[in-house]
């Protein structure tokens, strides 16, 4: 036996919200329920705008940076020019105290690598998040002599390898300096393995940051840019 079809109409909410009547004396083009949205050809669609994500905070806002665990957990994380916030149980945390060196001027950087998030500005010491523990502490990168590494103007990965883009070693910025970890190590090793350094001398200007190009990583210099295979 041959199945029986029905037709069924489905409107269009083309007449947009109405309060005026009940809802089943309406025509069935309109509805009550519409509100905060747009109605373009029959499509429904959110209104947009704006709001506030979370309480005032108390310096100007540099990087807000979105954190991905492996377990698919978003944990959003605001640098501002005094402190670092976290975004937690529906307002903002300060995290650290001593996040005070940077200006407006200095832009700053951050990374998620394996599963904890690294950040500098160039002017106070790198900062390590680890989720695991809700911990913000110091980084550091441990090189030959041993000298430690604290400050870096942007860090990026490329390869599985950590980045430090003209980092303060020597008793100075090296600002032609690219130096990398031990691939892998997940920012543990600088000083063995394939951890090593390269300074970008034959192009002009110093370093600023780093992105992956396809392939390649292409480095931005104030005058130049050098791609690295």
Known sequence: MAPT??????FAPTLGVRWDMPSTMLDPRASPWVRNCFLNDG??????????YGSTLGADVML???YELFDGTIKPLALTTEEIYLYKSGDWQAKTAGWTAGTTSDPCYGLTY???????????PMKKYDAGG???SNFEAVITGPETITLARSITTYATHMLLIAPTEGGGVQDQRVRWDDVGSLGATWNSGTANFYDTVGSAGGCLHALQLGNALALYKTNSIVLAH
């Open 64 to 66: 807000l940076y979105t």
């Open 5 to 10: 079809l029905k037709t069924k109409d489905i």
């Open 114 to 124: 394996g599963d904890d998030a690294f950040f500098t500005n160039g002017k106070d």
């Open 43 to 52: 499509v429904v669609r959110q209104r947009d705008g704006l709001q506030q």
């Open 134 to 136: 809700d911990t913000l």
